[in-house]
Nanobody, 123 residues
């Protein structure tokens, strides 16, 4: 149901914009989030939007650099990533679900997942 895109190779200090398209009108009723994962490590929280879209949440490591947004008309959730660093290199996944606030930073809180999109930041 979710399709992530927009990954690629970028130099440190550059930017990328990831998109996550839903096949149904999912987003108005669901919390949405981005997670990332590097080989051998757990999937880490990056950013999330609450179900009503009124609250945004960010990992400390990306706060001030990344912005999550939602376009309900186009059924797309975006992650604008600026000032990218080598440490941002990972596979990025989008997720959606009827997630309560206390679970919004945890992968277990989400029902639907897109396939990952690779982001590589060269230093």
């Amino acid at each position: 149901q979710l399709q992530a895109s927009g990954g690629g190779l970028v130099q440190a200090g550059g930017f990328l914009r990831l998109s996550c398209a839903a096949s149904e009108r999912t987003y108005p009723n669901y919390a949405v989030a981005w997670f990332r994962q590097v080989p051998g490590k757990e999937r880490d929280f990056v950013a999330a939007l609450s179900r009503n879209g009124g609250s945004k949440y960010y990992a400390d490591s990306v706060k001030g650099r990344f912005t999550i947004s939602r376009d309900n008309a186009k059924n797309i959730v975006a992650l604008q990533m600026n000032s990218l660093q080598a440490e941002d290199t990972a596979v990025y996944y989008c997720a959606a679900g009827r997630t309560i606030t206390s679970q919004i930073r945890y992968p277990s809180g989400y029902t639907y997942w897109g396939e990952g999109t690779h982001v590589t930041v060269s230093s």
